[in-house]
């Protein structure tokens, strides 16, 4: 008989994150983390249909913080739209005419 472990919603937070910002496997993640593969994809499917809600991705943070990141976020992915189109044009006139 199995004793079934009831993990914290920090500790999810944290596996959903190595999943997003690790180059390893779903699978080797949850291994390391000594939970099964299923489990961490049935946490993956959590935090992505609870997406507007910052609770699960990050379970310490109260609503003006949730606001804030959600706020950076959306600064973080503009600043890096504007810097690949820099570095397009950057490579467009650095061209040699000739």
Avoid: C, N
Wanted: aromatic fraction near 6%; charged fraction near 30%; charge should be negative.
């Amino acid at each position: 008989m199995s004793k079934r472990v009831q993990h914290t919603s920090t500790f999810k937070a944290e596996a959903i994150h190595l999943v997003e910002t690790s180059e390893k496997s779903v699978t080797q993640i949850a291994h390391d983390l000594g939970i099964s593969a299923r489990t961490l994809y049935h946490w993956l499917e959590e935090a992505e249909a609870s997406a507007e809600s910052p609770s699960l991705a990050y379970p310490a943070t109260k609503g003006a913080e949730a606001s804030e990141i959600k706020r950076l976020q959306r600064e973080l992915e503009t600043v890096r739209q504007e810097r690949d189109i820099l570095k397009k044009a950057i490579s467009v006139f650095s061209r040699d005419p000739s």
